[in-house]
């Protein structure tokens, strides 16, 4: 009995201590200011058992057809390269404006069932969004079947599969404001 009553009085003493810490605004929240180290080992930790434990039964497609391939370069030109890069870009506006900073796509392909469910669901805190929401499992395929080609991508592969991307879906970049990477300005 002694056990139960110094346990709910650890717990009621965490979640003061808890409210305490909320109410003084201590942690700094800012996208320009890091997380502290264990928040950080934390919030990856969390994340990466997540989205291993939720993509394990994913079975992903064939991602070698070309026409595939071409489908998701095109809508990453449209919706990602501001975040992840492509080839030949170095950097971004966008991008040095994150926390934590996306990772870049251009150095490895990412395992395809995690790919597709980060996709498809996003991950909270981190601005990647929930593209399933606008987007059915044949294109976010496409993007998966793309990303497993692109680390050895060269800037003029990019640029040929994606030199019309701007028709996808009928999104425009004259409509949308947003500049498609090119050589001449996204290459650094």
């Not at 998701?72 to 501001?82: D, F, I, K, Q, S």
């Not at 926390?99 to 469910?117: G, K, M, Q």
């Not at 599969?161 to 970049?173: I, K, R, Y």
């Amino acid at each position: 009995m002694r056990f139960i009553g110094a346990l709910i009085a650890w717990i009621i003493i965490a979640v003061i201590a808890f409210f305490i810490f909320t109410f003084s605004g201590v942690y700094q929240v800012g996208a320009d200011v890091p997380h502290w180290r264990i928040t950080r080992q934390a919030i990856g930790m969390v994340r990466e058992h997540a989205v291993e434990r939720r993509s394990a039964d994913i079975k992903p497609p064939p991602l070698d057809d070309p026409a595939l391939v071409k489908e998701g370069a095109e809508h990453y030109a449209e919706m990602c390269t501001g975040c992840h890069l492509a080839p030949g870009m170095t950097d971004s506006e966008l991008r040095d404006g994150l926390y934590p900073e996306p990772p870049n796509l251009t150095r490895f392909a990412p395992d395809p069932a995690e790919s597709f469910w980060i996709i498809k669901h996003g991950l909270k805190m981190t601005a990647m969004p929930a593209w399933g929401k606008t987007h059915d499992d044949q294109k976010i395929w496409a993007m998966v079947a793309y990303l497993q080609k692109q680390p050895k991508m060269s800037v003029a592969e990019f640029q040929a599969l994606t030199e019309h991307a701007d028709e996808v879906e009928g999104h425009s970049h004259a409509h949308s404001g947003m500049a498609m990477p090119a050589a001449a300005s996204s290459v650094h």
